[in-house]
């Protein structure tokens, strides 16, 4: 383009068409990606589609292959709806540093491999519970967790006898 004095400033591509399979790929990464690694969840959704196609079907093959996998659903159900119920049952604290879901009583997050549990709760300096790390107010007595140096206006960590800013000592 140069040779005719024309300079091209900017190509704006306004669609591109990706082949049929790797539409369908991404189209079901992001069917995945709503059921969010809930493999039951999504199994169930499967489950529900198949039998969808199977009475689409004419003819008793697809009405024998719809029952057989009602019943093969109703049993998944079941399963799922069991795993559910133990998981509602456990208890679980979120990671502090990616917030991710984790077993109460796990040294560290699954996710993310950050320490988890007594590192991530602080005591508070009225009652002395265990509080969650950046909470603003203790759950049991409703002290304030950051307290204000009385003399520079610093903020003070729940705990610190002095300030780490002028000195002073704190209550």
Known sequence: FNELGLDIDSVIVRNFKLPESVEKAMDQRTTLGVFDGKMGEYAQYESVQAMRDAAKN???????????????????????????LDEAQTQKIKCAKCGASVKAGAKFCPECGAKVGAESTVKCSKC??????????????????????PKCGAKVKSGMKFCPECGAKIG
């Open 58 to 84: 004419p003819g008793m093959g697809g009405m024998f292959g719809a029952a057989g996998i009602g019943l093969g659903m109703g049993a998944r159900v079941g399963n799922q709806f069991a795993q559910n």
């Open 128 to 149: 002395g519970a265990s509080v969650p790390q950046g909470a603003k107010f203790c759950p049991e007595c409703g002290q304030p967790m950051n307290v204000v140096c």
